[in-house]
């Protein structure tokens, strides 16, 4: 692998990394899951400790993190995506209706 883990994903279920650094647009998100190390193209400037989309994420699909259903996508997300409250509601798991 290239690069040093710079993103933490801790399922394969999930659809979103979480930047463990700044990560800038074009860099590449490195991760592992399970004993497979991945990445992914980063296409927007991504915070330390934000969200971005591990895959293409489809308007009203639910975004998955930390094995919680953390929200809906309220347009459609690309690959490497920062995801937040732009392109994001928050669903609270239990109190607001899937």
Same mark, same amino acid.
């Not at 801790?10 to 999930?14: E, H, M, R, S």
């Not at 489809?58 to 930390?66: H, S």
């Not at 309220?74 to 690309?78: E, G, H, M, P, S």
């Given at each position: 692998m290239e690069g040093s883990i710079n993103a933490i994903v801790?399922?394969?279920? /999930?659809n979103v990394g979480v930047a463990l650094e700044n990560l800038k647009i074009n860099d590449i998100a490195y991760f592992k899951i399970g004993?497979?190390?991945k990445t992914v193209k980063v296409i927007d400037e991504i915070p330390i400790y934000?969200?971005?989309a591990l895959k293409d994420i489809?308007?009203?699909?639910?975004?998955?993190? /930390?094995g919680e259903n953390i929200g809906k996508a309220?347009?459609?997300?690309?690959e490497g995506e920062h995801v937040h409250t732009h392109n994001l509601i928050s669903i609270?798991?239990?109190v607001e209706e899937q």
């Open positions: 801790i399922d394969k279920k /999930y004993n497979d190390y934000h969200k971005f489809n308007k009203d699909d639910f975004v998955y993190k /930390y309220i347009r459609n997300i690309k609270r798991e239990g």
